[in-house]
């Protein structure tokens, strides 16, 4: 291992192999004593057997030896008879006593003969019943213990039937033979009727014991297929076993040792289909020739297929439940997702699994059709009813938790969309509140108009962003009237946003006045340096007015060159006379008029400057009133002489 560069395995405690090799030693120890145990049980169990078949020859014995005592008082019973018969026929005197005790002698030994037909017949009857026992074994071992007391039993009745046979041949004297004053102990019809039903019962004896034999042998036969089909079916499963085992090696070494035991494999598994053929065809031999046990067969292949059906359905209602606890894992988990694409995910999964639930219904029918078809004691057992009313009332559950479920991941759905769009509008209001901030007033009208052209954009995206915040409380709304499980949350969020809005509104319409304030000092600055201006050029043009009254001989001047050019050109250009005239003449208007807007202007320039002097007095004249009533509405009252004179000489001053 470290030569490879693998870590060295290092197995657990009580793993090592020594341990292995105590817990194999002790387990081969454990299996010999059992198997003492075992011989000394089957030679105590040979034993008893023994010592109840010596009982059984000992009590045979007995009843031989009885029955041969008993007939050996034969000749002595029949010479009392003879005696009996000599003094009846000489007359005795006292030949009633005789004859009363020659009767009673024959009465008791016919009673004797009764009392041993009698013991015969029992024994007879106890060897039928027997051979009448419906116990054919419960296995191939039990089958093959019955054969050897059968054996036995058959022993037993041969020996009977030799004894039957002296039975029949020692009545024959008693039909045959007759006394000298032809007496007879018995009626010979009752002895013939007697031997008939002795030799009947031998006979039925006889035939009960073939009988028997025939069915322990079809029962060895059965048992010894039974015992087959169970080797069999052990041999497979081992095979199963270990070809559903998962190695497939970890390196071309083991890879190999395994290819080279699945070949092993293969070859027992073709050489093993002749005797698992054979068994088979053992077990419709024994069909086919109607074996005595047809109908248990029949009966225990129907009960077997019903036990497979049950255990059948039970397997598939495990399956049934165990399906129904992955998916109650999933439909019941708490995982609601951490943002709205992981809940877009379990909302998929989540349909998935309705569906499956919708398809698992003909599942469900399957087995409850599956259960309709099983035997009636398994049909109508609590088993089947109480497993598929569980499954009924699981996939119910089911279905309506995966329908909570659906409904949970909505409302997260719901949720994340709402606190998604949240975010994204306190983000934009986050980022507008910074915008407001750096929009500070300009010194200079251009600078103003930047801010109030950018607060404008934002206006605009302030409007276009208010649709958001109403469908923001539109779902808060919406998920608060359907009870939703985070209303708390919800009613936070929504009054946390509706608060920040609030905010940018009333900063935006502070923003508004201070940028409109703004707007309007840099306004009055720009009107008074236009009025500036304004009254700059103004008095420009009142001193030019005052340039032009001073021009006024150089204009004349001018116009009277001009009508003296406009003479000449009139004489010495005739054709250009009437257009002369005409300019002479608009000349003459236009300084008419300049010289009637000079005088109008002569005029409002005076009456500006009485105006000027009337308000400047009434300025002066509103002073004087207003201080003059401070000092008359003052209610102090001088406290001596000189400061009253000196408030006459205030008041006076003030006048």
Known sequence: MRANNKKPYFPKESKTISDINRAWERLEKAEHERELALREELIRQEKLEQLAARFNQAASKKHEAIETDIFAYEERVQAVVAVASELESENYHDIDRINARRDNVLRLWNYLLELIYARRNRLVEELKMRLLSDDYGRHLIGVEDLLQKHSLVEADINVLGERVKQVVQQTQGFVEEETPDGYKPCDPSIIIERVQALEDAYSELVR???????RLEESKLLWQFYWDMAE??????????????????????????????????????????TALQSSLEAGNNLMERGHFGEDKIRERSKRLTEA????????DADDVDTWMLDILRLVSSDDTGKDESNVQTLLKKQKEITDELKSYQSTIDT?????????????????????????DNRYKELQELARLRKQRLLDALSLYKLCTEADGVEQWITEKEKMLVTMTPGKDIEDCEIMKHRFDGFEREMNANASRVAVVNQLARQLLHVDHPNSEDITDRQNQLNSRWADLREKAEQKREELGSAHGVQTYHIECRETVTWIEDKKRVLEQTDELKMDLTGIMTLQRKLSEEAEKIKEIHPEEAEVVRERNAKLRNVWEELNQMLKVRDAKLEEAGDLHRFLKDLDHF?????????????EDT??????????????????
């Open 208 to 214: 009960i014991a073939v009988e028997r034999r025939s």
């Open 232 to 273: 069999e079916e052990n041999w497979i499963k081992e095979m199963e076993n270990i070809l559903s085992q998962g190695d497939i090696g970890h390196d071309l070494t083991t890879i190999n040792l395994l290819l080279s035991k699945h070949k092993s494999i293969e070859t027992e598994i073709h050489s093993h289909e």
């Open 308 to 315: 497979v059906d049950f255990h059948q359905f039970l397997t």
């Open 367 to 391: 087995l409850h059709s599956q259960a309709s078809q099983l035997g009636e004691t398994d049909r109508d057992g609590p088993a089947v009813k109480e497993r598929l009313e569980s499954i």
């Open 622 to 634: 509103q002073s004087w009133l207003t201080k003059t009533e401070s000092s008359i509405a003052n």
């Open 638 to 655: 001088p406290s001596s002489l000189a400061e009253a004179e000196k408030t006459i000489d205030s008041t006076s001053t003030n006048s």
